[in-house]
């Protein structure tokens, strides 16, 4: 038996809590699925704690509003998020546990309908567009129809299961994981810096030490419980293949063990200990939905007139090529964001699939940017929006989903 709705969005990461918000808001019936057992994705099931692209990195001015700012908002309630912080970029840090009770609250306040513990693993396609999907749980096997569709699942598998044109990676390129470490025990006054750790991990690499790949990463202290995070557990993988993400998360984790280790010789750490590992990966790039148009990384370097964007980019390109490889980092030239076109977020030969987040299309360059969680909440907010008026317009106006995602708070520019 199937259940009907005016739109469905697959994947509850940051892009997929936004986009069911967005769509809810603007009237549609709506359903947002997640495999996981709570929302929030990579900030609560693998231990990316940090807000990516919400803030300018020369002045450290919010560009992304809307949804995401409601979520900080509510982890500013909880005493649960840091103050924008310049690391390479400027990012926020939060405390998982608190995204997970905003993002509670915000759907359900919002009327959305949320299905965790339910894995996707079928979509069917009529002519041209998704018709349902079929979807998993420990009862069974059930189909939920809608009108029209959104992607947020990361990995595109909504638009692969549905026929839409996918890729993997980009020019052949796809950008390696990390897992994320959560170390305990570490003193409120021990210097853990980046310089620090780097220098600790080098000196371990020429006394021998094994299972250590990247020497330097993102490294913060968490808020409330004062945890240290690292980011250093490199690996390369396909994300679509259980085989090999399984491969690459027992390395990663025996990695992890080896980044204890030098955790514990630096002054006041002799008892560090893991909190948790991941407990996935964080990917970074896997299939891209093929858009109506794609972003470029000039569009992101070389930002022009913001004024028909229906989404805000301000993380800079940050591409991790290889294991243990420096990332390469690109800045984004005045004011310090640019626009998202809402053609990137729209199917080329599926005109009701949208998709946010990381699958959206991009190449090499701006595809490294669009991925952070920052960006994820403003890709999805507009594809949410896109999708909702998509139900009754079918070719949806550029116009019309700024005017609704300018009432529901997205402040864009222009």
């Avoid at 808020?223 to 240290?228: F, H, M």
Wanted: aromatic fraction near 6%.
């Amino acid at each position: 038996m199937s259940k009907a709705y005016d739109v469905i969005v697959a994947g509850g990461g940051s892009a997929g809590i936004a986009a069911a918000i967005g769509a809810r808001r603007a009237g549609a019936r709506t359903l947002l699925i997640e495999r996981g057992p709570c929302l929030g994705g990579a900030a609560t099931l693998r231990n990316v704690v940090t807000y990516c692209g919400l803030y300018t990195r020369d002045d450290r001015e919010q560009a992304v509003f809307g949804v995401a700012g409601e979520m900080l908002d509510g982890l500013r309630e909880l005493g649960a998020v840091s103050e924008p912080t310049r690391f390479t970029a400027v990012a926020v840090v939060f405390d998982p546990e608190a995204v997970k009770r905003v993002a509670d609250d915000l759907c359900d306040a919002t009327g959305v309908e949320v299905l965790l513990h339910s894995h996707l693993i079928d979509a069917s396609r009529v002519d041209d567009r998704v018709r349902s999907v079929r979807v998993a749980d420990h009862s069974g096997v059930h189909s939920y129809e809608a009108s029209v569709f959104v992607d947020a699942t990361g990995e595109a598998d909504l638009a692969q299961h549905a026929g839409a044109e996918v890729r993997y990676g980009n020019d052949g390129w796809v950008q390696n994981g990390t897992l994320g470490v959560r170390f305990g025990g570490i003193p409120s006054g021990a210097d853990v810096s980046r310089e620090t750790v780097r220098e600790a991990v080098r000196a371990a690499k020429a006394a021998g030490a094994t299972g250590l790949t990247a020497e330097s990463g993102l490294i913060a202290r968490m808020p409330v419980s004062g945890d240290l995070i690292t980011y250093l557990a490199d690996e390369g993988y396909d994300a679509r293949d259980a085989a090999d993400t399984s491969r690459a998360e027992r390395s990663a984790r025996r990695q992890a063990g080896a980044y204890l280790r030098v955790i514990r010789t630096l002054p006041g750490c002799s008892d560090a200990y893991i909190v948790s590992t991941g407990p996935e990966m964080g990917t970074r790039e896997s299939r891209h939905l093929v858009g109506r148009a794609q972003l470029s990384e000039k569009d992101v370097l070389e930002p022009g007139p913001a004024g028909d964007a229906v989404a805000i980019g301000a993380w800079p390109i940050e591409y991790h090529p290889g294991v243990g490889v420096p990332s390469e980092w690109r800045f984004i030239g005045a004011p310090g964001y640019y626009g998202i076109p809402l053609d990137v977020l729209w199917s080329r030969n599926t005109p009701n699939l949208f998709c946010a987040g990381r699958t959206v299309d991009g190449d090499r360059g701006a595809g490294a940017s669009l991925r952070a969680m920052g960006t994820a909440f403003a890709t999805g907010h507009a594809a949410g929006v896109a999708a909702a008026l998509a139900v009754w317009d079918g070719e949806v106006s550029v116009v019309k989903v700024r005017e609704e995602l300018q009432r529901q708070g997205a402040r864009l520019p222009g």
